[in-house]
């Protein structure tokens, strides 16, 4: 089997390429330089294939005598300074893909997105079967949400053969993301005050997802599928809680209220805009709505179809604070 991977240099796609590499599956992943994480790829025997989502001829080329594709390339990002960024690869970057699945005559493609793309549903948690709520609540929301306008329109008009999954906030051991960020200012003290005690979120091992993808490609029959990835129901305050115990480290004492939280962001998000460097702290307008809002889903229809068990979250979070501290 010949899989085309697409963003297998990021947190998600290197859980992908080491779960792949244990099969008989020769691996064809995309990347644009060379870094460690594109060495890691060559090390665990994949093609490398010079190219990026925004370069169509570079996707068609690499993709060619493919069986299947997975779609991970991404911008996953609560600020950029080029917000035009997010839609180059977000958007144009799939339609670029899915339409070289079309081209090519790959047989099947897993596209990642989020479960974010939904926004505020009315079910709660939702489900796979929810209609998505009217608002998201940040650009890469917004343009991913875009994103899979163009996968399913592809699907239901052309006959795309696409299987889609959406995972909640993905946590784990190297999250160089919004989360593992958020843990590791936890960790280094960095942060003044805590903030949405009360706002919850669906999390997932960065490990169940892999397998959640890998396992939506092997499965037969399930063109047209959507799962999402995501178990357990945290609020931040249970996250802090278990940060603080797992690492020995206090929490700040101080609770900055809702509306002075949204208030900072924006100054702050605004300032960043004009030094053109993120907001400090993760306090980006886009991020703080997402935390603000959270988002329950309901992910049991991958562990009924795909046959997968959800990891403990405190496990997650304890494989986060091992890998920071190993790195240090």
Known sequence: MKIFITGATGFIGTHVAELLAKTRSDMYCLVRKRTPAVEHLSALGATLVPGDVTDKASVVRGMKGCDWVIHLAGLYSFWEAKKERFKDVNVTGTRNVMESVLETGVSKVVHVSSVVVYGEPADSPFTEKSHVGPVRFSEYS????????????????????VVVVYPGAVMGPGDPKATGQYITNLIRRRLPATVFNTSVMTFVHVKDVAEIIVRAAEKKNNIGEKYFAGKEEK?????????????????????????????????LTGFASLIKRSPPWGMSLDQMRVMLHGFRVDG????????????????????????????E
């Open 142 to 161: 917004r343009t991913k949400y875009e994103g899979d306008l163009i996968v399913w329109e592809l699907h239901e008009k052309k006959g795309l053969p």
């Open 235 to 267: 609020s931040f305050q249970e996250i802090n809680q278990m940060v603080s115990q797992m690492s020995g480290v206090a929490l700040p004492k101080m609770r900055l209220p809702n509306f002075l939280t949204m208030a900072s962001s924006v100054f």
């Open 300 to 327: 049991s229809k991958a562990e009924r179809e795909l046959c997968i068990s959800y990891t403990p979250v405190r496990t997650a979070i304890e494989e986060a604070i091992t890998s920071f501290r190993d790195t």
